[in-house]
């Protein structure tokens, strides 16, 4: 499967950004999605994951209560709309799809997408 990410750009702290990753090329609800995010000199942090239904979600501990990941297997497409941004949320974001497990760590990811850079300013 091909993961396109977009809806990264800069935006003040406490604001919102809602960022898209749209898949093709195989079924997408065969696959459990996930976001990550990295920035220069840091290990690649999971953020949020969704499982192949939508049913079950997953936050990691920085951006819970702020952060809300969906998707919509009709469009392809996995959304991750990011509330009360924070300058410590200034990173590169990438979704990660998985086909038999749910994607929480970087280890259990089958196929990575390009970045889209998130700037939060102060």
């Known amino acids: 499967v091909q993961l396109q990410a977009s809806g990264g750009g800069l935006v003040q702290a406490g604001g919102s950004l809602r960022l898209s990753c749209a898949a093709s090329?195989?079924?997408?609800?065969?696959?459990?999605v996930g976001w990550f995010r990295q920035t220069p000199g840091k290990e690649r942090e999971f953020v949020a994951a969704?499982?192949?239904?939508?049913?079950?979600?997953y936050y990691g501990d920085s951006v819970k209560g702020r952060f809300t990941i969906s998707r919509d297997n009709a469009k392809n497409t996995v959304y991750l709309q990011m509330n009360s941004l924070k300058v410590e949320d200034t990173a590169v974001y990438y979704c990660a799809a998985d086909y038999s497990r749910i994607p929480i760590s970087v280890g259990e990811v089958d196929y990575w997408g390009q970045g889209t850079q998130v700037t939060v300013s102060s």
């Open positions: 090329g195989r079924t997408f609800s065969n696959y459990a």
């Open positions: 969704i499982s192949w239904s939508g049913s079950s979600t």
